[in-house]
């Protein structure tokens, strides 16, 4: 096998699992050789979304949760090479996002749990991390950092895309083909949907939309919910549960509303913000392609398409790259890019001085 390879993880907002790619690069084009999907124990869902609210030992806490972490990461990996038939000395690297737990660029931080050092002890691969504070350093928000990958692999010369990842949260990336690319954060995604799916129903999300369907849009609470800042905010700009977690929702709710039609409000809140950002944002992108976790609830899909009729809308499967792996794949690029001293960010996505070669490197 003459591509040099790399492993990506990812793990989002959500807190579903890890998402893990095995990807061949040839030169700078990425081919997907094999994935696995690694789902998260409750306890440990559970324990981070604890550590993102005051509490008591936290400092302990979140390092006891990044050694676990680092493990759930090396079994991925570990797993998907035996998936692949693939020995760990023919990898080059992995890029491991680790788990947000506060993300606050204003601040000048972000948050992601792990431990590099644990992972290459246990991996026996170089592990490329910390991918997001070398971009804040250089005055940016540190995210969304998967638009510098989109404009790689997704670009056409003649035609107007936009790119949308439906993970924990939704963002966006800008593709004309007269001017370089942008993106941003443009409001919440799965995040909200499957907390509160999981909160009032037996299942970790909804799947299919099946719930929000049994639902009716609640016009009061699907203004009070757009009526947040976040979403007149100019990009630059990205978000996390800070703005959009469930005490959001809660602030916002009048206490009767029923949790079917609640769950269908934020399928309209979900399309609804991403629609308004790509109308406001992005002039007249004629395609739309989709990504990440949400692509697969189709009453979300659907109201996309209600809400932008003239936009031809599909998932990025269509485009080469599986929806469900296109964020894996990205950090294996962005470790790619790393190894090779190359910029892995973009900076009229997230506001930085300037490109950057993100990450830190801990060899095997």
């Not at 570990?78 to 692949?84: S, T, W």
């Not at 209600?306 to 964020?327: F, H, M, N, Y």
């Amino acid at each position: 096998m003459s591509d040099e390879l790399f492993v990506g993880l990812m793990s989002g907002t959500s807190l579903d699992g890890i998402d893990a790619a095995l990807v061949g690069f040839d030169g700078e084009a990425p081919r997907s050789l094999a994935t696995h999907f690694k789902p998260f124990p409750a306890t440990l869902r559970d324990e981070a979304l604890a550590l993102q609210q005051p509490g008591p030992d936290q400092l302990r806490r979140s390092l006891i949760l990044a050694n676990a972490l680092a493990d759930l990461y090396a079994e991925a990996t570990g797993e998907l090479l035996v998936k692949a038939g693939v020995s760990r000395d023919a990898v080059r690297a992995v890029g491991c996002h680790g788990q947000t737990l506060l993300h606050s660029p204003t601040d000048g931080y972000s948050l992601q749990l792990n431990n590099p050092a644990r992972l290459v002890e246990k991996v026996g691969i170089a592990v490329v991390a910390d991918f997001r504070n070398r971009d804040i350093a250089a005055g940016g928000q540190g995210a969304p950092l998967v638009p510098a990958f989109h404009d790689t692999v997704f670009r056409r010369p003649d035609v107007h895309r936009v790119i949308l990842n439906l993970g924990g949260i939704a963002n966006l990336t800008d593709l004309r083909p007269d001017a370089p690319a942008s993106g941003f954060d443009c409001g919440p995604a799965n995040m909200l949907l499957d907390s509160w799916c999981a909160e009032h129903t037996a299942a970790p999300y909804d799947e299919g939309g099946a719930f929000a369907r049994k639902g009716q849009v609640l016009p009061t609470l699907l203004a009070k919910m757009r009526k947040h800042p976040f979403y007149d905010k100019a990009p630059p700009k990205s978000c996390g549960r800070e703005e959009f977690g469930l005490p959001t929702l809660r602030a916002a709710l009048s206490g009767d509303e029923s949790a079917e039609d609640v769950q269908a409000t934020l399928v309209a809140l979900t399309a609804g913000v991403a629609a308004e950002a790509i109308k406001r944002w992005c002039g007249d992108a004629r395609e739309l392609y989709v990504c990440g976790g949400g692509c697969h609830n189709t009453a979300l899909m659907q109201a996309l398409a209600q809400e932008l009729p003239e936009v031809r809308i599909a998932k990025t499967d269509v485009l080469g790259l599986p929806a469900d792996w296109v964020e894996a794949i990205a950090f294996a690029w962005l470790a790619w890019r790393h190894v090779h001293a190359l910029p892995g960010n973009l900076p009229a996505a997230t506001g930085a001085a300037g490109p950057r070669i993100l990450g830190a490197y801990y060899p095997a």
